[in-house]
């Protein structure tokens, strides 16, 4: 099964032609009569006529083998990642996910002038891959600010194994205006929320509030 994330419905095959995938056209409402025909074929079944949620999708009791193609709004996405990696995410040349890195986050958490852009905060939790590389990210930061507050920046990078480069300078800027209290409180709960997802699995709300919680923590 796969989603195209789009703004407007597509209803016109011909938008699709990049993907070089075999379609037919079929209403949300004809999906009850189509199930038996999908055994055995290629060809996608292009449901052109609504945007599918996750509630209307598990009514449907569609198989993720099945070869569907729902089209979806961008601001329902991330409830689909329950489905797991059976489900393939689309995007039209217009409507292509932007790309993120975690420093882009990192200076919005940092940021009091700022709030952190839903875009941005979609993109590191939409999953456990993105967030959990996030993560690696934000506690070596971290880990490196609390070092810098005893160590020399030199023994640093040695003991942490990396270039003495633009991050050692970063750091120590905000070290300006941040506090020891406040660099072990936001690995303290980096470890908790780590430890919630390996005890209970992923839970976008829980990521998303852990940024938000950290945000205000470390906020100047």
Not at 32 to 49: H, M, R, V
Not at 189 to 203: A, D, L, P, R, V
Request: proline share 1%; charged share 30%; hydrophobic share 35%.
């Amino acid at each position: 099964m796969k989603l195209l994330v789009t703004d407007n419905l597509v209803s016109d095959l011909n938008q699709l032609n990049s993907f070089n995938i075999s379609f037919e056209k079929v209403s949300i409402k004809d999906i009850p009569n189509q199930a038996q025909s999908l055994f055995g074929t290629d060809k996608f079944k292009f449901i052109f006529d609504e945007f599918i949620t996750i509630t209307s999708f598990n009514k449907l009791k569609i198989n993720l083998e099945d070869n569907y193609i729902f089209q979806i709004k961008k601001s329902n996405l991330s409830k689909f990642t329950s489905l797991g990696s059976s489900v393939d995410v689309l995007y039209l040349d217009s409507q292509k996910k932007e790309s993120y890195f975690p420093w882009d986050l990192t200076n919005s958490i940092y940021n009091s002038r700022k709030s952190i852009d839903l875009r941005l905060l979609d993109s590191f939790t939409s999953n456990e891959r993105d967030f959990r590389n996030f993560l690696s990210y934000f506690i070596k930061e971290l880990l490196r600010q609390k070092m810098l507050i005893e160590f020399d920046p030199n023994e640093v990078s040695k003991i942490l194994k990396e270039k003495k480069d633009y991050k050692y300078t970063d750091a120590l800027k905000k070290l300006k205006s941040l506090d020891l209290k406040k660099i072990n409180k936001a690995i303290q709960y980096t470890h908790k929320i780590e430890k919630s997802i390996n005890q209970f699995g992923y839970e976008i709300e829980n990521s998303k509030r852990y940024l938000i919680s950290i945000k205000k923590l470390l906020e100047f």
